[in-house]
C-alpha cells in the first residue's frame, strides 16, 4: 500500500461519502487511487477550490458529518482557505486536503512551493503538512479528532507528492467510529452548574433565551423545547441559530440584532432583565454591536467552549459543556423541582410581537410594485416550499429578509448561510453540497447578482450531477449592501457600487439550467412553483428592489 492508497482507506474508515475537489498535478497518484481501488465514495468534480470548500461546509452542516474537500498545491491551497476560515469560525468539521510539492524539492523553487503549514495555521483548528507516508493514518486520525470533538471546526493535512508513492503499513488503517460523526465524545458540565443557571433564570422578572448556532451543531433543539415551553420563556435567535426552535413555535421570538431582526424582536432583547446565551458568542451582529444587553443586564452562557463566557460580558452564571447535555440537565433539575407551565407568560408577548411585526411585512410582501419587493419573495417562498426544504443564502440582498420574516417550521439546520466572515458566493456552490448531503430534501439557494458573478461556473457542475436545486437571484445590479452601506453612513454617496444588469436566466440556460426572468409580480408565484416541482436544476432571476430602499430589516449596516 503506498501513501495516496492509504489516505484513500483512512478517508473510507472515517466513514466518508464525498470529497469535493478539483485536481491538479499533484494530486496525481490520490486520484489514481481514487479511481483504482474499490470504495463506496464519491469524488464531486468542481470548477473552484472555494467551491468545493463551500460544498463541504453545507454537507458537514446537514449532516453532522465531517466534510471534506481537496485541492492541488499552489494557488489550489489559497484558494481552499476561504472555506476553510469560514467552517473553523462557524464551528463546523471540514477537511481540506491540499497536495503539495514533494518533499524531496522544499526550498529549491519548484512550481507551486508554498508552505502550506504556515498558511493554514491561523486560519484552521488543526493543521499538518505530512512529511512521512508512515504518518498518514495517524494525522488523519489526528485530523478528525480535532474537527469532531470540542468546539467542532476545520483542519487541514497537506499531503506532499513524493510520500503519496512511498509504502504505508496496512495494519495502521483504523479509525475511532465515534469521530465520524459530530459532536464526539462530548462532555456533560461541571457538578452543580445548571443548578445555578436554573436559580439565575427563576429569579429573574423577563427572562430570553439568545441562541447560536451551537444548539443545532449539538443536536439540543428537543431539549431547548422542552425547556422553552415549561417556563414558558422567550427564545431568539442569531442567524446561525436559526431553527433552534421551529420559527412558528409559540416561543420563539426571531432573529434579534442588526441583521435580520426587526424593531419589534428588538424589544425583547431590551427588556429582558437576564439574557441566556446558549451555543451564541455574544457577538456584534446579534447584539447590535454591544447595544443590548447591555452591560448592566444578567447574563448566563452555556456553550462548549469556554474561550467565549465572559469575553463580551460579565457573566453570571456560565455553563460549560455539550449543549444537549446541559439542557438535559436542566430539565431534570426543573423535573426534580416539579416545575411547570407559565412562569414568564412569554408565548402570550410573542404572540402580539409577531402580530405586529408580519402586519408591517404584508404591506410590502403583497405589493404589486415593480421592481419586485424582496419581502414578495420571501412570502412566495413561504407559500411554495416543502416543510423540510433545505435554503441557502448569501450573506447578501436576501439574508436579511430571509432571517426576518421566513417562518421555518421544523428545527434544525434547514437555513445555511455563512455567517462567520461573509464572502459571496457562497450558496451556489453550498447548496450542491447541502443536496447531496441531504437529496430527499428539496435545495433553495437565494444570492444577490454580485454573488452570482462570483461562482457561476460552478452551475456546470450542477447539471452535471443532475441535481434539482432552485436558484433564485435578486438582481438589482449593484453589490446591495456596500450601496447600502454608503447610503446609511456616507449620505448616499455612492462610488463603484454599480455595475451592469446581467440576464442572470440566460447564463444559466447556457449551462442547461430551466431558467426564468421575472420583472412582474404577478408572475412570481406562478414561476416559482414551476421552478420547484422541475425535476432538474431551476433559476429564476428576480428583477428586485435595491436594498437600501424602503423597510430591509437592518438595524445597522456596518458591523
Keep these: 500500500m503506498n501513501g495516496a492508497e492509504a489516505m484513500v482507506r483512512m478517508l473510507e474508515a472515517q466513514g466518508v461519502r464525498h470529497i469535493f475537489g478539483l485536481c491538479g498535478d499533484t494530486t496525481l497518484p490520490f486520484y489514481d487511487a481514487m479511481l483504482r481501488l474499490d470504495h463506496d465514495m464519491r469524488h464531486v468534480l468542481v470548477r473552484d477550490e472555494r467551491c468545493a470548500t463551500y460544498m463541504a461546509d453545507a454537507y458537514s452542516r446537514v449532516t453532522g458529518r465531517p466534510g471534506v474537500c481537496e485541492g492541488p498545491s499552489g494557488g489550489g491551497a489559497t484558494y481552499i482557505l476561504p472555506g476553510l476560515i469560514e467552517a473553523s469560525e462557524s464551528s463546523y468539521a471540514v477537511l481540506g486536503i491540499t497536495t503539495d510539492i514533494s518533499v524531496a524539492s522544499y526550498g529549491k523553487y519548484p512550481l507551486t512551493e508554498v508552505d502550506q503549514e504556515a498558511l493554514m495555521r491561523p486560519l484552521t483548528k488543526w493543521n499538518t503538512v505530512i512529511k512521512r507516508a508512515d504518518h498518514i493514518p495517524r494525522m488523519v486520525r489526528s485530523a478528525f479528532r480535532a474537527m469532531t470533538t470540542g468546539r467542532s471546526g476545520a483542519a487541514h493535512l497537506g499531503l506532499p507528492y513524493d510520500i503519496q508513492y512511498d509504502p504505508v503499513d496496512p495494519a495502521d488503517i483504523w479509525a475511532d467510529p465515534q469521530l465520524c460523526s459530530y459532536p464526539a465524545y462530548p462532555q456533560a458540565p461541571a457538578p452543580g452548574a445548571a443548578e445555578a443557571a436554573v436559580e439565575a433564570i427563576l429569579s429573574a422578572k423577563n427572562p430570553l433565551i439568545v441562541c447560536g448556532g451551537g444548539v443545532v451543531i449539538a443536536g439540543a433543539m428537543d431539549e431547548l423545547d422542552r425547556l422553552a415551553t415549561r417556563l414558558d420563556i422567550p427564545v431568539a435567535t442569531s442567524i446561525s441559530g436559526q431553527g433552534s426552535l421551529a420559527e412558528v413555535h409559540p416561543n420563539c421570538v426571531g432573529v434579534v440584532g442588526s441583521n435580520g431582526g426587526t ?3 428588538w424589544e425583547q432583547m431590551q427588556g429582558a432583565d437576564l439574557v441566556v446565551f446558549m451555543g451564541a458568542r455574544a457577538g456584534s451582529t446579534t447584539t447590535s454591536r454591544w447595544e443590548a ?13 469556554p474561550m467565549v463566557i465572559g469575553a463580551n460580558y460579565r457573566t453570571e452564571v456560565g455553563v460549560v ?12 433539575v426543573l423535573d426534580r423541582r416539579d416545575q411547570g407551565n407559565d412562569t414568564f407568560g412569554g408565548a402570550a408577548a410573542i404572540a402580539d410581537l409577531k402580530a405586529r411585526k408580519f402586519a408591517e411585512f404584508a404591506r410590502y410582501a403583497q405589493s404589486d410594485k415593480a421592481p419586485i419587493r424582496p419581502e414578495r419573495v420571501i412570502q412566495a417562498l413561504m407559500d411554495t416550499l416543502p416543510p423540510d426544504a433545505t435554503i441557502v443564502s448569501d450573506p447578501g440582498t436576501s439574508c436579511p429578509y430571509f432571517s426576518a420574516y421566513y417562518q421555518l417550521p421544523q428545527a ?19 447548496s450542491l453540497g447541502a443536496w447531496f448531503g441531504r437529496p430527499t430534501s428539496k435545495v433553495v439557494a437565494l444570492m444577490g447578482d454580485g454573488s452570482f458573478g462570483f461562482t457561476c461556473g460552478e452551475l456546470e457542475t450542477v447539471t452535471r450531477c443532475k441535481a434539482p436545486i432552485t436558484f433564485i437571484v435578486f438582481s438589482n445590479a449593484n453589490f446591495g449592501w456596500i450601496r447600502a452601506s454608503q447610503h446609511a453612513d456616507k ?14 436566466a440566460a447564463i444559466a440556460a447556457a449551462y442547461g439550467v430551466k431558467s426564468w426572468r421575472v420583472e412582474n409580480p404577478g408572475d412570481l408565484e406562478k414561476v416559482l412553483r414551476e421552478a420547484i416541482d422541475h425535476d432538474g436544476p431551476t433559476l429564476i432571476d428576480v428583477v428586485c428592489q435595491n436594498l437600501e430602499e424602503t423597510n430591509a430589516p437592518v438595524r445597522r449596516w456596518m458591523g
Design 263 to 265: 424593531d419589534e424582536t
Design 412 to 430: 434544525g439546520r434547514h437555513f445555511i448561510t455563512n455567517r462567520a466572515h461573509g464572502a459571496l458566493g457562497y450558496s451556489l456552490s453550498a
Design 321 to 332: 459543556g455539550d449543549l444537549r447535555l446541559a439542557l438535559a440537565q436542566v430539565n431534570a
Design 293 to 305: 444587553p447591555t452591560q448592566a443586564t444578567r447574563i448566563v452562557h452555556f456553550d462548549n467552549d
Design 491 to 504: 449620505d448616499g454617496r455612492y462610488y463603484n457600487v454599480d455595475f451592469n444588469r446581467t440576464d442572470h
